[in-house]
Each structure stands twice: as structure tokens, then as C-alpha cells.
């Protein structure tokens, strides 16, 4: 009769369906409720809040949905953990008047004087 179990694996090691259990690969730390530090981001999600307080009284739920971008989409750029796609950013400069620079870089030059006040 032909054994249903492969021949080279080690069953005395603790296992999934005959493949070693590896937890290295997985960041348990990133897995909590909160994020204890901002993402790689931060500073542009810094320049969008500002944009969104600047131009809007809105929630940053409601100003996402106006926008036609997903809130929890909106809330990974705020908190730095994705970068806002290059499309969606200029499509915020066609509307609030700033420029790629400011959102990405931080440069304030050219930026509308209510904007500059706030910053």
C-alpha cells in the first residue's frame, strides 16, 4: 500500500498540512488596532488635511465621498500608509487651485493666500 504522507517531511517539527510552520514572514506588530507611527506618508497626508480644512467644513468621510475616493482609500493617505496616486492629486489641484509641489514636496510657492495662512 502507498503512504498518502510525503517521505521528506520531518513530522516531529510542528506543522501545517506537512509544510513547517514559519512566522517570520509575518509582522504581528503591524496587526494591532492602532498605528503607534505615522506611515511613510505622513507628510503628504499632512498637506491633504490641511487642503481638505482650508477649502471644506466637511468630515473627512464626506469630503472623500464628494471627491469620489473611498474613506478608508482617503484615510490610508491622511495617515501616510499609502501615497495619494499621482490622478487623484491633480485632480484636487484642478479644484483647490494648488499645485503637485505643494502636495508632494511641500513647496508653498504659488499657493492660494488662505492656504498660506492656515500653514
Known amino acids: 500500500m502507498t503512504s498518502l ?9 510542528s506543522t501545517f498540512s506537512g509544510l513547517p510552520k514559519i512566522s517570520q ?3 504581528y506588530s503591524s496587526m494591532g488596532n492602532k498605528r503607534s507611527e505615522p506611515g511613510q ?6 498637506r491633504l488635511e490641511a487642503i481638505r480644512k482650508v477649502f ?3 468630515n473627512q468621510k464626506d469630503w472623500a465621498e464628494k471627491h469620489h475616493f473611498g474613506h478608508s482609500t482617503y484615510n490610508n493617505w491622511v495617515t501616510g500608509i499609502r501615497r495619494i496616486p499621482v490622478e487623484s492629486a491633480e485632480a484636487l489641484c ?6 503637485l509641489d ?3 514636496r511641500g513647496r508653498r510657492d504659488g ?3 488662505n492656504l498660506k495662512k492656515v500653514l
Open 5 to 13: 504522507c510525503p517521505h521528506n517531511v520531518d513530522y516531529s517539527k
Open 25 to 27: 514572514f509575518v509582522n
Open 41 to 46: 506618508y505622513a507628510e503628504i497626508g499632512d
Open 56 to 58: 471644506s467644513d466637511l
Open 94 to 99: 484642478d479644484l483647490y487651485g494648488v499645485d
Open 102 to 104: 505643494f502636495i508632494y
Open 111 to 113: 499657493l492660494p493666500d
